[in-house]
């Protein structure tokens, strides 16, 4: 059963960085799409970035130029950079594998941004 552990969650001030990661078993991150969703209390999931099979990456209107999607092969691991967080960036941080049949989740992280 494929698994996905996410990390890397915190409470950060505004302005501030973090960098998630998500921890791939039983599967290649490189031979799937690879997403990162946000969800907050009564609201629906929302998608943050994707990074496909074959490199390309994409982005939420909300999140181009703050954050970048990236993956460590050798460690079989997808990051998600956030720069210059906002309030509104608080959530919790979901990790999506997609193999084009199945998606599969993490249980999430927490990110909170507060002063």
């Known amino acids: 059963q494929v698994q996905l552990v996410e990390s890397g969650g915190d409470l950060v001030q505004p302005g501030g960085s973090l960098r998630l990661s998500c921890a791939a078993s039983k599967t290649s991150v490189s031979l799937n799409n690879m997403s990162w969703y946000r969800q907050v209390p009564g609201k629906e999931r929302e998608l943050v970035a994707t990074?496909?099979?074959?490199?390309?990456?994409m982005y939420a209107d909300s999140v181009k130029g703050r954050f970048t999607i990236s993956r460590d092969n050798a460690k079989n691991t997808v990051y998600l950079q956030m720069n210059t967080l906002r309030p509104e960036d608080a959530a919790v941080y979901y990790c999506?594998?997609?193999?084009?049949?199945?998606?599969?989740w993490g249980q999430g992280t927490q990110v909170t941004v507060s002063s």
């Open positions: 999506r594998l997609n193999n084009g049949y199945v998606n599969y």
């Open positions: 990074i496909t099979r074959s490199g390309s990456t």
